[in-house]
Structure formats: C-alpha cells, structure tokens
C-alpha cells in the first residue's frame, strides 16, 4: 500500500464573500484532473476573529458543498504556510487571486517556495491567468 498522498488542487482564499469564485475554479480543475480539492485561508492574528465568521461560513459552506476540506491558520507569513500546507496536502495545482494591495507578492513568494507547483491566479472577472514570474510582473 502507497503511503503517498493523492495529487490535490490547493485554493488560497482570503475572508472575503467573492473568493467563492476561486473554490469553484479550484473545483474544477480538481474535477478535470481527478485530484482532491482543498481550500486554506491564512490570516495574521487577531485577537477577535467575529469580524470575519460570516464571510468564513460563506466560504466553509462553498468548500464543503464541492467537497473540499477548509482549513483556517493564523499567520503572518501567509506564504509560509500555504508552501507548508501545499506539502502536507501534496498539492500539484494551486489556485489563488491576485492581490490588490502587493502585486503578486504572496504569489511570487509561493512560486519561489514552490517551483514546480502550478499556480493558476483568478481575476475578478474569472480569467485564469498561469503564473510565471517574468510574464506576471510585466502586468503590474
């Protein structure tokens, strides 16, 4: 009997309502693939996450009606963690957004930490943009 994990898809998703597009870009790629699906939001500490549990809920509901696990971790190395997840998990694909505030940052962090994962970003109108770091940083 393998021990090896089955290929995953990984999605990155932030507490917000319109990542539910990434789980269902995520469940697809898993679907076409045959790989399991998985979704992790990393957020910095806080000391009274209520803020965030409907957005949370939101996003524990979309995982789970696909049939992926959600997991939380707190964090202020985000990319870090995912990389570490994306391990644990066996993670092939990972599908993240793209970041408003530090143009693929967290993404190019993962990609460095992860060279031979395939990153596929979502824009907020659902285009799938493959991440290659000369390619990206042109955009910004």
């Given at each position: 009997?393998?021990?090896?994990?089955k290929p995953?898809?990984?999605?990155?998703?932030?507490?917000?309502?319109d990542?539910?597009?990434?789980?269902?870009?995520g469940?697809?790629?898993?679907?076409?693939?045959?790989?399991?699906?998985?979704?992790?939001?990393?957020?910095?500490p806080?000391?009274?996450?209520?803020?965030?549990?409907?957005?949370?809920?939101?996003?524990?509901?979309?995982?789970?009606?696909?049939g992926?696990?959600?997991?939380?971790a707190?964090n202020?190395?985000?990319?870090?963690?995912?990389?570490?997840?994306?391990?644990?998990?066996?993670?092939?694909?990972?599908?993240?957004?793209?970041p408003?505030?530090?143009?693929?940052?967290?993404?190019?962090?993962?990609?460095?930490?992860?060279?031979?994962?395939n990153?596929?970003?979502?824009?907020?109108?659902?285009?799938?943009?493959?991440?290659?770091?000369?390619?990206?940083?042109?955009?910004?």
């Amino acid at each position: 009997m393998s021990l090896k994990k089955k290929p995953s898809v990984l999605v990155c998703v932030t507490g917000q309502y319109d990542c539910d597009r990434l789980i269902n870009a995520g469940f697809e790629m898993a679907v076409d693939k045959g790989y399991e699906l998985h979704v992790l939001c990393v957020h910095t500490p806080i000391s009274n996450a209520s803020f965030l549990s409907d957005e949370i809920e939101y996003l524990y509901q979309t995982s789970k009606t696909l049939g992926a696990d959600m997991t939380i971790a707190f964090n202020t190395d985000a990319p870090s963690t995912a990389a570490d997840f994306a391990k644990k998990i066996n993670a092939k694909d990972i599908v993240t957004g793209i970041p408003d505030n530090k143009p693929f940052g967290f993404v190019d962090t993962l990609h460095e930490l992860l060279p031979k994962s395939n990153i596929t970003m979502v824009t907020k109108n659902g285009e799938h943009l493959t991440h290659n770091l000369c390619d990206i940083r042109a955009l910004a």
